[in-house]
């Protein structure tokens, strides 16, 4: 089925908000099923499991426990650049050049200047990394927006490719349920967009 702009607009803002440090405003959205029914619309129930999300009481309190224990206990990270390369140019001699897992690589200093050409100030309060996985989602519900098809699917090519490695990432570390089902849906979006491109091209 095709979806609108608009629709992947929203589900990329609430793929967003769900990897947010939990706040009352998402609690409440999750505890009204707010949250469900709209992904619902969106997955079928044979693509992503989403029980995880329905008819639960969830409180504040244990989303952010949940939060502390799978991205900072856990040690999983949401940056980008953890996750690839710190530069890929040829000519660069740091010992560092090659090696994964540091931060502010070349992929976030792309999204900075990315920020900038489209005259977007962002806030980097979440481990102050411009990289990080909810900030390009936020971004990307921007493009789907505001732009073409063909400039959000150059920044799913450019900036969204590592979502399989983070899902694999948070199987291996044994992460919360909810956080785990999180990235999972996240991931198969993201794949799902990507076969968009494939056919587009």
């Not at 140019?89 to 900075?112: I, N, P, Q, Y």
């Not at 493009?143 to 090519?157: H, M, P, V």
Request: charged share 30%.
């Amino acid at each position: 089925m095709l979806y609108s702009f608009e629709v992947k607009s929203e589900i990329s803002k609430l793929l967003a908000c769900l990897l947010s440090p939990p706040d009352r405003e998402i609690t409440d959205a999750l505890n009204s099923n707010y949250i469900f029914e709209r992904l619902s619309d969106f997955f079928l129930d044979n693509q992503v499991r989403l029980y995880f999300l329905r008819d639960r009481n969830f409180s504040e309190e244990e989303l952010s426990d949940d939060y502390y224990y799978s991205f900072f206990e856990k040690k999983v990270s949401l940056i980008e650049s953890f996750y690839k390369p710190w530069t890929e140019d040829r000519e660069c001699r740091s010992v560092m050049a090659g090696e994964k897992g540091l931060l502010m690589g070349d992929h976030a200093l792309h999204m900075k200047a990315l920020y900038e050409m489209y005259n977007l100030e962002i806030s980097f309060d979440i481990s102050t990394q411009p990289d990080h996985l909810v900030f390009e989602l936020d971004f990307l519900s921007f493009l789907y927006t505001n732009y073409s098809k063909r400039e959000a699917l150059q920044f799913i090519t450019d900036h969204l490719d590592w979502t399989s490695d983070l899902y694999s990432e948070s199987r291996k570390a044994g992460i919360s349920e909810f956080y785990g089902e999180v990235i999972g849906t996240v991931d198969f979006f993201v794949e799902n967009e990507k076969a968009g491109l494939d056919a587009y091209n």
